[in-house]
């Protein structure tokens, strides 16, 4: 039975969370301030640490470092009534398992407390966020593309999928706009395999010409074509063991879907030119940003081979949809400027963050990245400031003209109870409408005392 000590210095809180762990089979300890909690640290063991951010005699952030000094094995989950993205950020660059705000949603509790308990020590080192690099040294920062784990409830459904499907030899799917990381998923599901010590090939199936499709997946012989002034190796024989991952598959023509269909079912290629078959040993990993449904209902792609390569699918999720990873990345992607720039750029100004929250992100990750890494070279700052952003963030967003348009940027109080009326009371779509997060809604709502 997991043993977990809940930190809260709100007695009638705490007694109710208390009752609903043990009712769904922890063991559970309580403290009321930093100092109870010293102590029951010292005299017990537990599997999971629940502190509050604000306590009568510590700042849990500043406990939580304590806890991860001492007990670096224990996770550590923050709760709080006064929630914003910058201590969500702060507190998991500080090393939080995870963080979850009041009101809780006891499904939401249940989920993070799972998660915290069963995340292997090596999911946690590979997507640590790097912390705040402080003036005059600097942390290394991986140039390849790395998954880093977000706060989001999208980011959170990702992470699951990404655990449940890595250790089986499932062909994935994986579905999302350009720029989401979709490649980066894919490696992560790598990474996490069976097969993490061979080869992970990936290809663009869009790059690709149709007449030379076949040599580039099956290999071809010297001679075998014009141009074929060598023996060449596949990408199939060359992820052998390993994974392929194959971006864009629904560019691939039609004769294409074919011959890699027959590759699959078989698991047998024949390069270009030669008689003999090779055995090939892989997972196949797949990326569209287009709905394949549609193609195959439309006769552009196969459908036997849709659900050959869509055994699980997994959703990547657009920047828009987990605002609250915002500025988890931003600051990923500063300190991976500073790294590969040789910048000492400590974060971004205040001004900059509302900027980037009011973004739509058209290009996703993809766009962040970019923009951070432009705007780390042209600071010559602490701060990166508006003024090193590019244009667009500068120009009016269109919005749907059918729809009525719902802005934040003024008049906070009457838009909120504006959309709320507008959905009859339901918070999750005045939240879709606000254009915000249900967890940021619940955080004005409790602001303004909207009731």
């Known amino acids: 039975m997991p043993k977990i000590l809940i930190i809260e210095d709100d007695i009638a809180f705490c007694k109710l969370l208390e009752k609903f762990l043990i009712k769904k089979a922890y063991d559970v300890t309580i403290a009321f301030s930093a100092s109870e909690a010293r102590e029951a640290v010292k ?31 224990i996770p550590v989950i923050l709760m709080t009534g006064y929630s914003d993205v910058n201590t969500a950020v702060k507190a998991i660059k500080n090393g939080a398992a995870d963080y979850i705000s009041k009101p809780f949603n006891p499904d ?12 292997p020590k090596a999911e946690e080192e590979q997507s640590e966020i790097p912390e705040k690099k ?50 980066i998923i894919a490696k992560s599901i790598h990474q996490q395999s069976r097969r993490k010590d061979n080869n992970f090939i990936a290809v663009d199936c869009g790059a690709i010409p149709k007449e030379l499709a076949a040599s580039e997946f099956f290999g071809h012989l010297k001679g075998s074509f014009t141009g074929a002034i060598n023996d060449k190796k596949g990408y199939f024989e060359a992820a052998n063991g390993g994974t392929l991952f194959l971006d864009e598959i629904g560019n691939l023509s039609y004769e294409n879907q074919i011959q890699l269909l027959r590759a699959l079912q078989e698991r047998k ?13 892989i997972r196949i990993i797949t990326a569209t940003n287009e709905d394949l449904r549609e193609a195959v209902k439309n006769g ?37 400027a500073n790294q ?12 900059v963050v509302s900027i980037f929250q009011n973004y739509n992100w058209p290009g996703n990750l993809r766009e962040l990245q970019n923009c951070v890494k432009r705007a780390t070279l042209l600071t010559r700052g602490d701060f990166i400031e508006s003024d090193v952003l ?5 120009q009016i967003q269109k919005q749907p003209s059918s729809n009525e348009v719902f802005s934040l940027s003024e008049n906070e109080k009457e838009t909120i109870i504006h959309a709320l009326s507008k959905t009859q009371n339901n918070k999750s779509e005045a939240a879709k409408l606000l254009k915000i997060t249900r967890k940021t809604l619940y955080n004005k709502l409790k602001q303004y005392n909207i009731e």
């Open 269 to 281: 290629i024949k390069p270009v030119g030669s008689n003999k078959e090779i055995n090939v040993d």
């Open 390 to 394: 590019p244009a667009e963030f500068f």
């Open 340 to 351: 590969q720039l040789d910048k000492d750029v400590i974060g971004f100004s205040p001004e």
């Open 43 to 73: 005299n017990e063991s537990f599997d999971l640490i629940l502190t509050d951010l604000r306590l009568p005699d510590s700042d849990g952030i500043g406990l939580m470092s304590e806890f991860k000094n001492s007990h670096p094995h």
């Open 300 to 336: 552009d792609f196969r459908e036997d081979l849709y659900h050959r390569i869509n055994e699980f699918s997994i959703q990547s999720p657009s920047l828009k949809d987990r605002g609250e990873d915002l500025m988890v990345f931003a600051d990923y992607f500063l300190e991976k």
């Open 108 to 119: 939401e509790v249940l989920l993070v407390i799972t998660n915290a308990l069963q995340a």
């Open 134 to 183: 402080k003036k005059g040294s600097k942390k290394p920062v991986s140039t390849e593309n790395e998954f880093v784990r977000g706060i989001s409830v999208a980011s959170k459904k990702l992470l699951d999928h990404i655990q449940l499907v890595s250790p089986t030899d499932m062909s994935v799917l994986i579905i999302g706009e350009s720029g989401t990381g979709k490649e």
